[in-house]
């Protein structure tokens, strides 16, 4: 069965931080570690995007998550009342970071660019999450880190 994973940033105690002035880069930073294998369909919550913020990148950072490297993992955004993730707001699909450990950046991904550019537009947080698309064949377990910049809606998104 499914779980949601969620981590320091992600919490309901841990709202994300609105920018206070037009450019501003904020930094949610999430971190968990994974004591359990993975399987398909779970959620890992890592970073908080205030309501009305752009996401600027994301950046996953992960431990050797399964030792047999069948691993696969998107990112995208998710509503923190949500159960999954959003359809076309990917920042990367069927990464296999977890595969050995590793860092992943965000993928130019034209379909999902104008979606996130146009996230500023939810009116509650969302949660960047990723979820297992492949489960891994090894079980491996480890820490999982995600770095998220973003920015506050200025008047040229409008």
Not at 93 to 103: E, L, M, N, P
Request: net charge negative; hydrophobic share 45%; with cysteine.
């Amino acid at each position: 069965m499914a779980e949601i994973y969620i981590a320091n940033m992600a919490g309901e105690k841990a709202p994300g931080k609105s920018p206070h002035s037009a450019g501003e880069v904020y930094v949610s930073d999430g971190y968990i570690d994974i004591v359990t294998a993975l399987v398909v369909d779970d959620l890992v919550q890592l970073c908080v995007l205030p309501p009305k913020c752009i996401p600027l990148d994301f950046v996953l950072e992960s431990e050797d998550l399964d030792t047999v490297a069948d691993l696969t993992l998107t990112a995208a955004l998710m509503l923190r009342a949500g159960t999954d993730i959003l359809t076309n707001y990917n920042f990367f699909v069927d990464s296999t970071v977890g595969q050995a450990g590793g860092i992943q950046a965000k993928e130019w991904i034209a379909a999902s660019f104008d979606n996130l550019r146009a996230a500023y537009s939810q009116t509650v947080e969302a949660i960047v999450a990723l979820k297992v698309t492949t489960a891994p064949a090894g079980g491996g377990v480890g820490a999982v880190r995600g770095i998220l910049t973003y920015r506050a809606q200025e008047q040229q998104d409008v």
